[in-house]
């Protein structure tokens, strides 16, 4: 049984940095590309970025571009979410996602998300 | 503004067979497939269906997905109450290398 939970939300001053991880079980980890993906309160999802099944390519959406950067370590199952330079507009529910090989951009298992809080 | 616009809000009666439409462009649906999540409240998105038209293990054959050109569609058949949820298309934009999400569909169940 596939399952992504993630941790290290909370309440961040404006400018600080934060880490999230996304710890996974019940499939192989460094077979398939992770994502991250967030949703303001009360707004749609946002794609945030991703990572390729070896590390060796990730890409991320222009609103984080330059401030954020996602890593793995398939040697734990984790996928992280180094957030840096942190803004108020970057308040959401981050999850992360499974995007198994070959599925056409679909993230087929999602973690119950962690809250980002960071005051204006 | 999102890149794929769907409608704000929809609705049906339980039984009813309702469409949610997901309009793009031929960088993203004209030229990838699309995928389709809901979303209940207070719980994180699932996929409901994937390339176009699958539908993954465990989702009921009411819900099912058409793709025509740059829109794409989502059908919910013998409408249930618990179907009430937000509902997500996404597809990758090839000119973007992003991955995109439609600002997504409040539907209620009357």
């Known amino acids: 049984q596939v399952q992504l939970v993630e941790s290290g939300g909370g309440v961040v001053q404006p400018g600080r940095s934060l880490r999230l991880s996304c710890a996974a079980s019940?499939?192989?980890?460094?077979?398939?590309?992770m994502h991250w993906v967030r949703q303001a309160p009360g707004k749609g999802l946002e794609w945030v970025a991703y990572?390729?099944?070896?590390?060796?390519?990730?890409d991320y959406a222009d609103s984080v571009k330059g401030r954020f950067i996602i890593s793995r370590d398939n040697s734990k199952n984790t996928v992280y979410l180094q957030m840096n330079s942190l803004r108020a507009e970057d308040t959401a529910v981050y999850y992360c996602?499974?995007?198994?090989?070959?599925?056409?951009?679909?993230?087929?298992?999602w973690g119950q998300g962690t809250l980002v809080t960071v005051p204006s | 503004q999102s890149v794929l616009t769907q409608p704000p809000s929809a609705s049906g009666t339980p039984g009813q067979r309702v469409s949610i439409s997901c309009s793009g462009s031929?960088?993203?649906?004209?030229?990838?497939?699309v995928n389709w999540y809901q979303q209940l409240p207070g719980t994180a998105p699932k996929l409901l269906i994937c390339?176009?038209?699958q539908r993954p293990s465990g989702v009921p054959d009411r819900f099912s997905g058409s793709k025509s050109g740059t829109s794409a569609s989502l059908a919910i058949s013998g409408l249930q109450s618990d179907d009430e949820a937000d509902y997500y298309c996404?597809?990758?934009?090839?000119?973007?290398?992003?991955?995109?999400f439609g600002g997504g569909t409040k539907l209620t169940v009357l």
């Open positions: 996404s597809s990758w934009d090839d000119s973007l290398n992003v991955v995109l």
């Open positions: 031929s960088s993203n649906i004209g030229s990838r497939t």
């Open positions: 996602a499974r995007d198994p090989s070959g599925s056409g951009w679909a993230l087929h298992n």
């Open positions: 019940g499939f192989t980890f460094s077979g398939d590309a």
């Open positions: 390339k176009d038209n």
């Open positions: 990572i390729w099944h070896d590390g060796s390519n990730q």
